[in-house]
């Protein structure tokens, strides 16, 4: 598990290209100091496990299905990444929790100066937009981010200075692919609450099966302060 503090920026050394899959080797310091082969690192937000480490040197695989989702494919050598550690069972908890499993890919839109923050609008699909809410959490590239504003098609963070001089985000132009990972917590709601959705007042589901409710359903979590 990860919590989107990003640790340090490292650099795409060399990627090696398999049918459908690749190796990367990454420079890098700070994470590397304790790690073992075996160990995860977070590589702009995609967790991957380090194959072989050497000095300042780490390789990891990346797989089929890892390329689909994220935007690994995209990068070339001497591409900045975020890397982070995975977190120790002492660490702080500095961001929210981030598995490390991206759920999809997002386009930047625009960066909008405001004063001494830059806004960051980004485009992304339906599936994902899903789960962010105003004032939420979103891993974006590895980032644990505030979301401050969403809609039908896109969402906004804004950056402070720290952050845009600790991570990559801003290094690109409106066009740039990010990784984004939704805050589990909704996910798991969401499934949690499925089979409840179809049930009518006589017990039973849409489907006609028996409910198995126990007085758990959306008017209850709204009048208790969940939702």
Request: glycine share 12%; with cysteine; hydrophobic share 35%.
């Amino acid at each position: 598990m990860f919590t989107g503090i990003v640790e340090e920026i490292g650099t795409i050394r060399k990627i090696d290209k398999g049918v459908s899959s690749c190796s990367i080797t990454v420079q890098a310091d700070k994470v590397l100091q304790g790690s073992q082969v075996g160990d995860s690192i977070a590589v702009n937000g995609v967790c991957l496990t380090a194959t072989s480490i050497s000095g300042n040197i780490f390789t990891a695989d990346v797989m089929p299905e890892t390329l689909r989702r994220s935007g690994l494919g995209q990068l070339t050598g001497g591409s900045r990444v975020n890397l982070e550690r995975a977190m120790a069972a002492g660490g702080r908890f500095g961001g929210h929790i981030v598995s490390g499993h991206i759920d999809g890919t997002g386009t930047i839109r625009e960066l909008k100066r405001e004063d001494n923050a830059v806004w960051v609008t980004i485009d992304c699909s339906p599936k994902i937009l899903r789960y962010i809410i105003e004032k939420g959490s979103i891993a974006i590239d590895g980032i644990s981010l505030t979301v401050a504003y969403v809609d039908d098609t896109c969402f906004k963070v804004s950056i402070i200075p720290h952050t845009a001089g600790e991570t990559t985000l801003l290094d690109g132009k409106p066009g740039k692919v990010v990784n984004l990972e939704n805050d589990v917590v909704g996910k798991y709601v969401e499934k949690l609450l499925a089979p409840y959705k179809g049930d009518d007042v006589d017990g039973k589901l849409s489907n006609g099966k028996a409910s198995n409710r126990s007085g758990l359903d959306m008017k209850f979590l709204a009048e208790n302060g969940f939702m």
